[in-house]
T-cell receptor, first 114, second 112 residues
Framework: DAKTTQPPSMDCAEGRAANLPCNHS???????VYWYRQIHSQGPQYIIH???NNETNEMASLIITEDRKSSTLILPHATLRDTAVYYC???????????????FGTGTRLTIIP | DSGVTQTPKHLITATGQRVTLRCSPR?????VYWYQQSLDQGLQFLIQ???????AKGNILERFSAQQFPDLHSELNLSSLELGDSALYFC???????????FGNGTRLTVT
């Protein structure tokens, strides 16, 4: 699996958009980008994933550059409850006999400031 | 609620003992994954099952074993426990292809 690079920490003011960058310059054509977050010691929470098109759901937006070497997760209106560690993970789609595991890095610790 | 259920939520036991952690995947998911997270450490992949068969193995100790049953629930067995085995153990499940993993809330194991 391709590796990702994320800043270790970021702050964002409450109510503003939080933009979390991720670099995955060695991503392959059949690898998806996934974003998860972990709040304190809870189980990782799935946020969003995409292959090459931008994606949006009720939680966030995912912007993937045209060359797919980097992406940005956008939380449009950050709240205090968005304080968490955010993980950007690339994962291949094998589509046979079950799919691939996720390999977690160290992520970005996002702190929302009141 | 992710739909993945893990029991028990907390487990306290002594060194040398054996414990079993249980995971019920989301309805319809055939893949089950186990992860370990020690205090202030990252999430380490242990093992994956797909429809009852072992699919992938990570940094799982020989003292640990797992299985997935015909009803697709999974159990992680930890034996000859050591103090260093104290950690959060997470189970996740997923569907096919690019389907994301969905994680349970974990079992917190404390070995004294």
């Amino acid at each position: 699996d391709a590796k990702t690079t994320q800043p270790p920490s970021m702050d964002c003011a409450e109510g503003r958009a939080a933009n979390l960058p991720c670099n995955h310059s060695t991503i392959s054509g059949n690898e998806y980008v996934y974003w998860y977050r972990q709040i304190h010691s809870q189980g990782p929470q799935y946020i969003i994933h995409g292959l090459k098109n931008n994606e949006t759901n009720e939680m966030a937006s995912l912007i993937i550059t045209e060359d797919r070497k980097s992406s940005t997760l956008i939380l449009p209106h950050a709240t205090l409850r968005d304080t968490a560690v955010y993980y950007c993970i690339v994962r291949v789609d094998v589509s046979n006999f079950g799919n691939e595991k996720l390999t977690f890095g160290t992520g970005t610790r996002l702190t929302i400031i009141p | 609620d992710s739909g993945v259920t893990q029991t028990p939520k907390h487990l306290i036991t002594a060194t040398g003992q054996r414990v079993t952690l249980r995971c019920s995947p989301r309805s319809g998911d055939l893949s089950v994954y186990w992860y370990q997270q020690s205090l202030d450490q990252g999430l380490q992949f242990l093992i994956q099952y797909y429809n009852g068969e072992e699919r992938a193995k990570g940094n799982i100790l020989e003292r640990f074993s797992a299985q997935q049953f015909p009803d697709l629930h999974s159990e992680l067995n930890l034996s000859s426990l050591e103090l260093g085995d104290s950690a959060l153990y997470f189970c996740a499940s997923s569907g096919e292809g690019a389907s994301p993993l969905h994680f349970g809330n974990g079992t917190r194991l404390t070995v004294t």
